[in-house]
């Protein structure tokens, strides 16, 4: 709420609430979310049994109805038309989704240990793209995370690297030039920083050829800050 404010933005109502997947940083503020909107929840089966394990009992006293969704479905919440995709991340059935209305697609992709193919075809034609960028190689390394946990951060099951998603940047066969916006999100504070992850990915989209080039508006997500409003 106090991050709508300081873009001065407000609502008054929720049509639905999508969870991506039952990791505590993506669903802990769910149960206060309900209390205060009493919108129906989208989430796979498996993501809701986890929920429902590791959530206090408020969480499930304040359902207000859940709708069963799967990677590979689409469905519709008003005018906007979702589609939901698997992406490859260690928790019960973690997804991603892509979101258009008005000849507008916006893409959320975090939280995935790499880019499978699949993923790159659900990003496509996407407009303003929100696209983790978790950690910078070595400074994971001699970080502060104990070693099981860097581990799990390096693998195929874990988070992008700067240096992942700047492979993916550079290639025209995997990000198209449609994009508008892209927003580096779920950026580790202990280990990244905001400017190592946007000259990586500067570097990567200076290094597309003319014919694909990058025209759009590159941004960095804060934890702490809030982002402009983006019109498209």
């Known amino acids: 709420m106090a991050r709508l404010a300081a873009v001065e933005r407000d609502f008054d109502h929720l049509d639905a609430i999508l969870i991506t997947h039952e990791h505590s940083d993506h669903c802990n503020g769910l149960p206060q ?14 993501t809701m049994g986890a929920l429902q394990r590791t959530l206090p009992e408020t969480f499930g ?3 207000r109805g859940v709708e069963s969704i799967q990677a590979g479905q689409r469905f519709s919440i008003g005018d906007i038309d979702v589609h939901a995709f698997a992406i490859p991340h260690d928790a019960a059935d973690p997804i991603g989704f892509t979101f258009r209305t008005d000849g507008v697609k916006v893409a959320i992709c975090t939280d995935l240990g790499y880019m499978p193919e699949l993923v790159k075809v659900h990003l496509r034609e996407t407009h303003c793209m929100i696209l983790e960028s978790n950690h910078d190689l070595d400074m994971l390394k001699v970080g ?5 946990v860097k581990q799990r951060v390096l693998s195929r099951t874990g988070h992008l690297s700067n240096h992942a998603v700047s492979e993916y ?7 198209d030039a449609c994009v508008k916006y892209l927003v580096l999100a779920h950026i580790s504070m202990e280990n990244n920083n905001p400017d190592v992850a946007r000259i990586s990915a500067e570097e990567a989209l200076n ?3 003319a014919e694909a080039a990058f025209t759009g508006e590159l941004l960095v997500a804060s934890q702490s800050v809030p982002l402009k409003s983006i019109n498209l």
Do not use: S
């Open 207 to 209: 290094r597309r050829p």
């Open 144 to 148: 502060p995370y104990p070693w099981v």
């Open 61 to 63: 006293k304040r359902l």
């Open 169 to 175: 940047l550079a290639d025209p066969d995997g990000l």
């Open 33 to 46: 979310v309900l209390g205060l909107w009493k919108a129906p929840l989208y989430v796979t089966e498996a």
